[in-house]
């Protein structure tokens, strides 16, 4: 069911970049991958929000499959001079010595070439959309009391939230401010619901705010949501309301909002709009003061791009697109002579960073490689968290005479298991059952797991959905470190156990 190494032999595939970059990391069977991979057409997508220890990465996979007779296509939206110099010197060139300022715009590289090659797209340009851009402090009450209104006045707004508890908390908030019997839908989409639960809400308001129009809230809607919006999702809001966020990223979001031409938007949201969500935050500031008042997007993001975005968008009435992406994108990247003193700090410490990430992908390869595991995305970013899966049962598995063990999960049929026995089934219905969340929330209780567990999933503690509490029980409560329930509407939550002292591996 996860068997990614024998995906990548069949002759066509979808697949996250992790399979690809295993090919070029110090792990069992990359040379399988490699192979897999060899003179096949290789798409990679999204490769403006790789850091620079896995674009490092990314260039010596290209180099790796230009070797083995790849065509390799790397495509972005939100692609700077600098990092499209360093994909075309993987590839064995340089840029001209004048390059058109197009958007978009193809640079190829053919075979044997030392100078890429710049193509202009034919065709007639869109027209440029000009975004309002407006900011609003997360702390005001009246922020949130205009995006209910909005919603009112028949608006389908989209919230984007930098971390899940965020979301959680701004959904039910904007849920308790928005009357009754308007008609305003609202809904929560995060990384923390099961695999089946995510897949019917991304789904659902796809159909909702996407091409179509059929299905669109006639009384207005808010969906409040994370990260997972930012790309490959086909949503089109009236306003976008956003956390402070690095500038591509913002520019990605941006992507939410008008995204495709519709007749009758609601009065005040013919133009797009765009409401930033900015912290009082004083730069000049120590880091440790500075980190509080960015909030937990601090611990998302480096809070020196918090900073150029800050600097670049706040107070700027509206961003113009496509026109304004490049110079935008370059502004970001380039560091600023004057700094206030706790930027200045910040910026030094992410060079420093950036510098050890580079060296650290340097020494990236296969030597040793027998002896190293090849779990995906563990080696792939820098300081990437272990993650683990909270899987939600029906009831307690139960097992009778011969060892024959009936597994139900929370939703589907029971399934059988016979000793010894791999029931694909199973895996299957675990997975879809399952919520991916930071691996120390689950230390202690996937020690405690049965066999069949591991067998069928990895890294995983099985519980027991209560329908009426939300509680997961997993067996000892009382001595757990932490605490779960789950419910469809709001997703995973956990909360510290109080009375049980956690070690410092578990903080």
């Given at each position: 069911?996860?068997?990614?190494?024998?995906?990548?032999?069949?002759?066509?595939?979808?697949?996250?970049?992790?399979?690809?970059?295993?090919?070029?990391?110090?792990?069992?069977?990359?040379?399988?991958?490699?192979?897999?991979?060899?003179?096949?057409?290789?798409?990679?997508?999204?490769?403006?929000?790789?850091?620079?220890?896995?674009?490092?990465?990314?260039?010596?996979?290209?180099?790796?499959?230009?070797?083995?007779?790849?065509?390799?296509?790397?495509?972005?939206?939100?692609?700077?001079?600098?990092?499209?110099?360093?994909?075309?010197?993987?590839?064995?060139?340089?840029?001209?010595?004048?390059?058109?300022?197009?958007?978009?715009?193809?640079?190829?590289?053919?075979?044997?070439?030392?100078?890429?090659?710049?193509?202009?797209?034919?065709?007639?340009?869109?027209?440029?959309?000009?975004?309002?851009?407006?900011?609003?402090?997360?702390?005001?009450?009246?922020?949130?009391?205009?995006?209910?209104?909005?919603?009112?006045?028949?608006?389908?707004?989209?919230?984007?939230?930098?971390?899940?508890?965020?979301?959680?908390?701004?959904?039910?908030?904007?849920?308790?401010?928005?009357?009754?019997?308007?008609?305003?839908?609202?809904?929560?989409?995060?990384?923390?619901?099961?695999?089946?639960?995510?897949?019917?809400?991304?789904q659902a308001w796809m159909e909702k705010l996407g091409r179509g129009g059929s299905l669109r809230p006639i009384g207005g809607s808010i969906l409040v949501?994370?990260?997972?919006?930012?790309?490959?999702?086909?949503?089109?809001?009236?306003?976008?309301?956003?956390?402070?966020?690095?500038?591509?990223?913002?520019?990605?979001?941006?992507?939410?909002?008008?995204?495709?031409?519709?007749?009758?938007?609601?009065?005040?949201?013919?133009?797009?709009?765009?409401?930033?969500?900015?912290?009082?935050?004083?730069?000049?500031?120590?880091?440790?003061?500075?980190?509080?008042?960015?909030?937990?997007?601090?611990?998302?993001?480096?809070?020196?791009?918090?900073?150029?975005?800050?600097?670049?968008?706040?107070?700027?009435?509206?961003?113009?697109?496509?026109?304004?992406?490049?110079?935008?994108?370059?502004?970001?990247?380039?560091?600023?002579?004057?700094?206030?003193?706790?930027?200045?700090?910040?910026?030094?410490?992410?060079?420093?960073?950036?510098?050890?990430?580079?060296?650290?992908?340097?020494?990236?390869?296969?030597?040793?490689?027998?002896?190293?595991?090849?779990?995906?995305?563990?080696?792939?970013?820098?300081?990437?968290?272990?993650?683990?899966?909270?899987?939600?049962?029906?009831?307690?598995?139960?097992?009778?005479?011969?060892?024959?063990?009936?597994?139900?999960?929370?939703?589907?049929?029971?399934?059988?298991?016979?000793?010894?026995?791999?029931?694909?089934?199973?895996?299957?219905?675990?997975?879809?059952?399952?919520?991916?969340?930071?691996?120390?929330?689950?230390?202690?209780?996937?020690?405690?797991?049965?066999?069949?567990?591991?067998?069928?999933?990895?890294?995983?503690?099985?519980?027991?959905?209560?329908?009426?509490?939300?509680?997961?029980?997993?067996?000892?409560?009382?001595?757990?470190?932490?605490?779960?329930?789950?419910?469809?509407?709001?997703?995973?939550?956990?909360?510290?156990?109080?009375?049980?002292?956690?070690?410092?591996?578990?903080?």
């Open positions: 069911f996860a068997a990614g190494r024998r995906a990548l032999l069949a002759p066509f595939g979808t697949g996250t970049v992790d399979q690809a970059l295993m090919s070029v990391m110090a792990a069992k069977h990359a040379a399988l991958r490699l192979f897999a991979l060899s003179d096949k057409a290789v798409v990679i997508d999204e490769v403006h929000s790789y850091d620079p220890y896995t674009s490092a990465l990314v260039d010596q996979l290209v180099r790796n499959l230009l070797a083995v007779g790849c065509s390799v296509f790397v495509l972005s939206v939100t692609l700077t001079a600098r990092r499209r110099r360093e994909l075309v010197a993987a590839a064995g060139a340089t840029l001209p010595a004048v390059m058109p300022d197009d958007y978009p715009l193809v640079t190829r590289v053919p075979t044997g070439a030392t100078v890429a090659e710049p193509i202009r797209i034919p065709g007639e340009r869109p027209a440029p959309v000009e975004v309002a851009l407006e900011t609003r402090s997360p702390d005001d009450e009246a922020t949130w009391q205009e995006i209910a209104t909005a919603a009112e006045a028949g608006a389908c707004v989209l919230v984007i939230r930098n971390t899940v508890k965020s979301a959680q908390e701004t959904y039910r908030h904007l849920k308790s401010l928005v009357r009754d019997g308007l008609g305003v839908e609202t809904g929560l989409l995060h990384s923390r619901f099961t695999f089946l639960d995510r897949q019917r809400k991304e949501a994370t990260q997972v919006v930012e790309q490959s999702v086909d949503i089109d809001a009236d306003l976008l309301v956003t956390d402070l966020a690095p500038v591509d990223l913002i520019i990605q979001r941006l992507g939410r909002l008008h995204r495709h031409r519709r007749d009758g938007r609601p009065a005040g949201f013919e133009q797009p709009r765009c409401r930033i969500l900015l912290p009082q935050i004083d730069w000049s500031g120590g880091e440790k003061e500075i980190k509080s008042e960015i909030g937990p997007s601090g611990w998302v993001y480096p809070p020196f791009a918090l900073y150029q975005a800050e600097r670049l968008l706040a107070g700027r009435e509206s961003i113009v697109l496509p026109s304004d992406i490049r110079p935008l994108l370059e502004a970001s990247d380039a560091c600023p002579d004057s700094l206030p003193a706790g930027a200045r700090s910040f910026a030094d410490s992410l060079l420093v960073e950036h510098r050890d990430m580079a060296l650290s992908a340097a020494r990236q390869g296969w030597h040793d490689a027998a002896t190293l595991a090849d779990t995906e995305g563990t080696k792939t970013r820098w300081g990437a968290q272990r993650s683990g899966f909270v899987v939600l049962l029906k009831d307690s598995p139960s097992t009778r005479g011969g060892g024959v063990t009936t597994v139900s999960p929370s939703e589907g049929d029971g399934i059988v298991l016979r000793p010894g026995q791999f029931s694909f089934p199973l895996a299957k219905a675990l997975h879809e059952n399952a919520v991916r969340v930071p691996f120390y929330l689950l230390r202690d209780r996937v020690g405690e797991q049965e066999p069949w567990v591991s067998e069928h999933i990895d890294d995983a503690a099985v519980c027991v959905r209560h329908m009426d509490s939300h509680e997961l029980l997993f067996g000892n409560e009382e001595q757990a470190p932490y605490r779960f329930s789950y419910c469809a509407e709001i997703g995973l939550r956990h909360e510290r156990n109080e009375s049980v002292k956690l070690s410092f591996e578990q903080l």
